[in-house]
């Protein structure tokens, strides 16, 4: 296999040569230099992804099915056998989904918002004009989108437009309900509780930017680039924080009432419902994928290229297995076998026992590249705009917006990018 393939691209009337690298060593390297930009970085980091085969959207399960997010910019449907059943292409990398009611619901870095059935055909798709990467959610017939421009939408399963509400920054992560009301964390330093008509309830500030939540009858429970881990009630008031040692940017998982979330500082962190340490895992590099679960053991993939098995009650390793790439998208589990999906162009299946099963390759053997910026952000004011018309086209219905222009866009953890290879003609040399 070659270390590096050359790309010849048309990109914006210019001819660019790049130069992509499929060695482990070298992919290492790359992830390497991007951690240490995002933990030396005082502001909010900003990145993005441009095309490759690298698996950026977090996978879910549903019956039989996998199905994963990529930046080479298809949905995949692929059998638990690591078999595929098919593959939808979008114009730009796809991020995370979910599947409800028969249907698979999903955005792209193409602006589009995709409702497919589930033999991946088109149903509706509704067009943001900005990019999307976050899970939608489902609640009471509604679903909640966000994306990079800064709004929380609320669309039918029709795919119409009922809401949408603007916050003061970009949003990257994924939005909770809970009790009906929607909470969601944005690039402006703040965690929105908004109501199901897209009222705003209160907003809880911080000194960075706020991933995503989990949310009980407990309380709110989010992290901050700002390395606090926070939980507050539900009338936006603060109960207790927790310090880690780096930038929190992935929502926190739960699992027995307690708490899981990782960090830029290496660890995994496993935390009780008041707060308290009950232990915390290192592994040799920073995390950004989330943990899975079974009865006795916690699994957990890091940018040191390893998927770890960790007793849940000590918190020790019981083994490791090696990939050739970092992991980077949530880890899932069904039937003893745990699903990862790597940097390096795979998606793998390994059992309970450390072993591999398969491994399923993605469309493009090259990692995706990543651009890396930071920069200031302008206030902007939030309002909620309500639109009920909608257009239908021939084959399916395309709903869209009026464009929305923010001007200082940047503090964003997933999207901001200065090259997206998404409107050229490609030839590989």
Not at 28 to 49: A, H, W
Not at 192 to 212: I, Q, S
Not at 222 to 235: A, E, L, P, Q, R
Request: with cysteine.
């Amino acid at each position: 296999m070659e270390k590096y393939i050359k790309l010849e691209e048309e990109f914006e009337g210019e001819r660019i040569d790049r130069v992509f690298t499929t060695d482990i060593v070298s992919i290492g390297l790359f992830t390497m230099n991007i951690v240490e930009q995002l933990k030396g970085d005082t502001d909010n980091p900003s990145f993005g992804v441009g095309i490759g085969g690298s698996i950026l959207g977090d996978p879910i399960i549903h019956d039989d099915t996998l199905y994963f997010g990529c930046c080479d910019k298809n949905l995949y449907a692929v059998s638990l056998a690591g078999e595929e059943r098919w593959k939808f292409p979008t114009n730009g990398p796809v991020g995370s989904m979910n599947v409800h009611d028969g249907r698979v619901y999903f955005g792209s870095y193409d602006g589009v918002f995709y409702c497919v059935d589930l033999d991946g055909k088109l149903i509706w798709k509704y067009i943001v004009d900005d990019k999307i990467i976050s899970q939608p959610i489902f609640y009471k017939e509604r679903i909640i989108v966000v994306a990079r421009d800064g709004f929380v939408r609320a669309l039918d399963i029709q795919g119409n437009l009922i809401w949408k509400f603007k916050t003061n920054g970009a949003i990257s992560a994924d939005p909770c309900v809970y009790n009906d009301v929607i909470y969601v964390g944005s690039q402006d330093w703040s965690l929105y509780a908004l109501d199901m008509n897209g009222k705003l309830l209160w907003k809880f500030p911080t000194k960075g930017g706020t991933v995503g939540s989990y949310a009980d009858e407990s309380g709110v429970y989010f992290g901050s680039f700002d390395k606090n881990f926070y939980c507050v009630d539900h009338d936006g008031n603060k109960k207790w924080s927790f310090k880690a040692k780096e930038k929190i940017i992935r929502k926190p998982t739960i699992h027995d009432d307690v708490i899981y979330f990782v960090s830029l500082d290496n660890n995994l962190y496993a935390v009780r419902k008041d707060g308290s340490l009950k232990w915390r895992f290192p592994t040799s590099s920073s995390i950004f994928a989330g943990p899975c679960f079974d009865e006795k053991n916690v699994y957990l993939g890091s940018t040191d290229n390893n998927l770890y098995c960790i007793d849940e009650k000590s918190g020790k390793e019981k083994w490791r297995f090696a990939c050739n790439g970092p992991i980077v998208a949530n880890l899932v589990i069904k039937d003893g076998v745990i699903f990862a999906g790597g940097w390096d162009c795979k998606m793998y299946a390994i059992n309970t026992k450390g072993e591999l099963v398969w491994t399923f390759p993605t469309s493009l053997s090259y990692v995706a590249p990543v651009d890396f910026s930071s920069k200031e952000e302008k206030a902007k004011t939030f309002q909620v705009v309500w639109q009920d018309d909608a257009r239908e086209e021939e084959k399916y219905k395309s709903k869209k917006e009026d464009v929305v222009e923010l001007d200082g866009y940047g503090n964003l953890s997933v999207y901001t990018t200065k090259s997206e290879y998404t409107g050229g003609k490609k030839r590989y040399v």
